[in-house]
């Protein structure tokens, strides 16, 4: 049974930066390729970037030059580092495992999401 959990999100002023963290209970992996989505409310949820199992990231471009993706394998997590943050960010972000190629479709598991809010 595969687990994501994901934290650090919470509420951050306008042009700050957050890291959230997501860890992954499978022994596996090293093998998936992992993405960040996020949700407003009222919004479809929608991809903020994904890293293959081979390093490879993507971006939406709302987010291109501000946040960063990243993994580490040795513990099963990854990463996604949001600087310059602003309102239109607020949503609900959540870990995905399984991303698939090259649509960048979400895969079979989910974490149970965490809140970014930035505000002033």
């Known amino acids: 049974q595969v687990q994501l959990v994901e934290s650090g999100g919470g509420m951050e002023q306008p042009g700050g930066s957050l890291r959230l963290s997501c860890v992954a209970s499978?022994?596996?992996?090293?093998?998936?390729?992992m993405g960040w989505y996020r949700q407003a409310p009222g919004k479809q949820r929608e991809l903020v970037a994904a890293?293959?199992?081979?390093?490879?990231?993507h971006y939406a471009d709302s987010v291109k030059g501000r946040f960063t993706i990243s993994r580490d394998n040795a513990v099963n997590t990854v990463y996604l580092q949001m600087n310059n943050l602003n309102p239109e960010d607020t949503a609900v972000y959540y870990c995905?495992?399984?991303?698939?190629?090259?649509?960048?479709?979400?895969?079979?598991?989910w974490g149970l999401g965490t809140q970014v809010t930035v505000s002033s």
């Open positions: 499978t022994n596996m992996f090293s093998i998936y390729n």
């Open positions: 890293i293959t199992s081979g390093g490879t990231t």
């Open positions: 995905n495992l399984g991303v698939r190629l090259p649509s960048l479709r979400y895969g079979d598991y």
